[in-house]
């Protein structure tokens, strides 16, 4: 069972939240960042990518730029731009994209949790993004950015939030560039407070959906916190990391699609052919950008057409977490198998496209030449993820694209 608790948030005022507000560090670039924090000293990026604080050309990983996170965190307090809630609380996080909605709690989870794997991963992470993090959360005591969690659906937390979210918010706001709504809600009360702590641990495990980097390296400062400490008693603040938990059923999963930069050498109609072996290739015209219609279904886009690819049997395994995602099916028998990509990771001939920018994206960038073919790909569930997660595997790179993002800048969780 997991543990949560309600902390005192840093949060901007409510007139404020709209120019403090930001996507978060790891959807943008510098140069995007220095674009979008033009102008307003109230922007977050300033705390998040405080590289943009210097020369443009400074390194992310100066150790400058970590010591100007803290020095504009501390601005940002003393200016009033973030406040600090009187008492511990637990919020309200609403995402809505389109005509659906997702409700996550903002809780503290614990360190602990996640070193036992009852917070469960389903993506490796990079040692050097780690200790990125890990450098801004030393130097910050804080977690700025909340991290993703999802857990199974549990209908008197459902309950109370239909509850909570039937009041007034306290943020309401059209997020600019992706144009999602945000709202989000205080939960003070004292009832609801001891409700929500004793749902969840009554809760076996969570799973990251979101955020692997940011929550190891929030545990493993926690755990190095708590090391150092020797009249550490498990209630302390870097004891717990900041979550927004949502409802599996509730959250959605985008494709992630694949971009060649080359064809291994082969000739369009060689490499069609060669996808034969294992694929039913279907023609689909060069009007419509055709989108997979299932699990096992591909679209390729090549010299202006588009194709289904229909996985035929005996390609994969339905009764293994891994083996039957399309990710590593495309990945064994395309990527490897014809075009010899052995490294999803570090191979130059890649690029990935999450599925909000569409298959329109896909076809322009090969158009232009820029790319040489696309591949689309069917999304993986949420049962996919957790199924793995709870296996104990590992997702192959580039697999799951969840939208929307949390913005960063509503809630900051201090220690």
């Known amino acids: 069972m997991v543990k949560v608790k309600p902390f005192k948030a840093l949060r901007p005022p409510k007139d404020l939240v709209e120019k403090v507000e930001s996507r978060p560090y790891d959807v943008l670039s510098s140069e995007e960042a220095r674009v979008e924090a033009a102008g307003n000293p109230m922007s977050l990026l300033h705390i998040i990518k405080p590289e943009i604080n210097f020369p443009e050309g400074t390194s992310e990983y100066d150790p400058r730029v970590y010591e100007s996170a803290v020095e504009q965190f501390k601005t940002f307090q003393d200016n009033g731009w ?23 709690i903002v809780v503290g989870a614990a360190v602990n949790d996640y070193l036992r794997g009852a917070i469960k991963k389903h993506e ?48 309401d706001f059209i997020a600019p560039i992706d144009g999602f709504r ?37 545990a493993l400062v926690g755990k190095e916190l708590a090391e150092q400490n020797p009249e550490n008693t498990g209630a302390e603040e870097y004891n ?9 059923s509730q959250l959605t999963i985008l494709d992630y699609n694949r971009l060649l930069r080359d064809l291994n050498g082969m000739k369009t109609y060689e490499f069609l052919d060669a996808l034969t072996d294992d694929f039913v290739v279907i023609e689909k ?32 395994d339905e009764d293994d977490p891994i083996g039957n995602l399309d990710v590593d099916i495309s990945s064994r028998l395309i990527l490897d198998k014809i075009l010899g990509i052995k490294d999803l990771r570090t191979s130059q001939r890649l690029d990935f496209v999450g599925g909000l920018r569409g298959l329109g994206e896909l076809k322009r960038r090969v158009d232009s030449g820029e790319m040489k073919a696309a591949l689309a790909l069917y999304p993986v569930t949420m049962q996919q993820i957790m199924r793995i997660a709870d296996s104990g595997m590992i997702m192959p790179p580039k697999a799951t694209w969840f939208e929307p993002k949390l913005r960063s800048g509503l809630v900051i969780h201090k220690f």
Not at 86 to 94: S, V
Not at 162 to 170: L, W
Request: proline share 5%; aromatic share 14%.
């Open 240 to 248: 717990y990391f900041m979550a927004v938990c949502f409802p599996a």
């Open 124 to 171: 490796l992470t990079r040692k050097d993004k780690e200790e990125d993090r890990m450098k801004h959360i030393r130097a910050t005591r804080a977690n700025i950015e909340p991290v993703f969690l999802a857990y199974r659906d549990d209908a008197p937390l459902l309950d109370l939030i239909s509850r909570v979210a039937a009041g007034t918010p306290e943020y």
């Open 182 to 218: 945000h709202r989000f809600w205080v939960i003070s009360s004292a009832e609801d407070i001891s409700f929500i702590t004793e749902r969840f641990a009554q809760i076996p495990e969570l799973y990251i959906a979101d955020g692997h980097h940011r929550t190891a390296a929030a």
């Open 82 to 104: 973030l406040k600090e809630d009187p008492t511990e609380c637990y919020y309200l996080y609403a995402q809505s994209m389109g005509e659906k909605t997702q409700y996550g």
């Open 285 to 316: 015209g060069a009007e419509e950008p055709y989108k997979p219609r299932r699990a096992h279904e591909f679209s390729l886009y090549v010299s202006g057409h588009w194709y289904a690819l229909e996985a035929k049997d005996g390609t994969y």
